[in-house]
């Protein structure tokens, strides 16, 4: 579980807050989404008996006295923009609105959606949050409705529009790591995974998906890594696995010769370096569990959803490309 971040921005305290809410009362995963997707703070994912299940909800955060000011007896009243309220009813995922009680630590929320909200003019719409409608767990049957209110068709597509993030770090020419755990020997698929960008200027490390404990059940790992991720292609990070792979290539294709103090070796490492897998540990510790480290790029479907994410957004726009990693994009 991540630890909440702390600094004086109203906005930033409110993110936290609804993470520990999310993490702590629902028990579902929490992402903060990066900042070029308008209106939107962060999603949050259900985990039904332990097991991610790919059903999400966009959120947007609003904190501080401010958003409270104005009450009924049953809410406090959110007034916003037409344009937000086109944007988020428009939304491939269903949205919540979260109003933040900083100094009480509570937090209010509502579905935006027609039926919720009362249109006041062409520029301005309103909608109360109820007082009773708290982000806690008590929240989790009616949370976890809206978030299964969608195909499986939309689910994907979802799951591709969340993952652009990545893809752009990608086409910035920095790279993503995968690293996991994986207990081979368990049936519940016991595990964890985080998922790193490294910035390929500074090689400074940060994580942007911390999952501490994951459950894929009577599956391997090399076949659940292409499920989480379609739009990647998998290899391992070389440089990581040298050691490995060489300790390894020792013990099955050399025997120590003692009077001459080194290995007498059958067979060619590169050529048996090229039949290794692309997904793959580089240790099993203590024959109980697998380590992963692999670096992820963009496959077929990902540069074809990025084409496709990128006309629809901004439609065709001529002599405009952007090419970096040896990736070239038009919009």
């Known amino acids: 579980m991540q630890l909440p971040r702390f600094d004086n921005n109203k906005g930033s305290k409110g993110v936290n807050l609804v993470e520990r809410k999310v993490l702590d009362e629902l028990e579902w995963i929490f992402r903060e989404q990066p900042t070029q997707d308008y209106g939107i703070d962060g999603h949050m994912e259900v985990v039904d008996e332990e097991f991610v299940t790919g059903r999400l909800i966009a959120i947007q955060i609003k904190a501080g006295s401010s958003y409270l000011k104005e009450e009924t007896s049953s809410g406090f009243v959110f007034r916003g923009k037409i344009e937000h309220y086109n944007y988020w009813t428009n939304h491939s995922l269903p949205v919540i609105l979260v109003l933040c009680d900083l100094e009480k630590g509570v937090c209010y929320w509502e579905q935006i959606s027609e039926d919720k909200v009362e249109l006041i003019s062409d520029t301005s719409w309103k909608v109360v949050v109820p007082k009773l409608q708290i982000l806690d767990r008590k929240s989790f049957s009616k949370l976890k409705q809206i978030a299964e209110n969608t195909t499986e068709y939309e689910r994907r597509l979802n799951s591709l529009v969340l993952s652009r993030a990545w893809m752009e770090e990608l086409l910035n020419g920095n790279k993503v790591i ?51 991720f379609p739009w990647a292609k998998f290899s391992v990070d070389e440089d990581y696995y040298e050691e490995y792979d060489e300790g390894e290539f020792l013990a099955d294709n050399a025997v120590w010769d003692k009077e001459d103090g080194k290995y007498m070796i059958f067979g060619d490492y590169q ?21 992963y480290r692999l670096n992820l790029d963009l496959n077929e479907l990902g540069q074809s959803f990025v084409h496709l994410d990128n006309y629809l957004r901004n439609g065709i726009k001529k002599n405009k490309s952007i090419r970096n990693n040896n990736y070239t994009n038009f919009f």
């Open 178 to 228: 995968l690293e996991s755990d994986e207990w081979i020997n368990k049936t519940s698929g016991i595990g964890s995974l985080i998922l790193k960008v490294i910035d390929t200027d500074t090689e400074d490390e940060k994580i942007i998906l911390n999952w501490p404990m994951v459950f894929f059940p009577l599956e391997s790992y090399e076949d659940v890594f292409p499920e989480l």
């Open 271 to 291: 050529e048996w370096s090229k039949r290794r897998p692309n997904i793959r540990p580089y240790i099993i510790r203590y024959g109980e569990i697998a380590s």
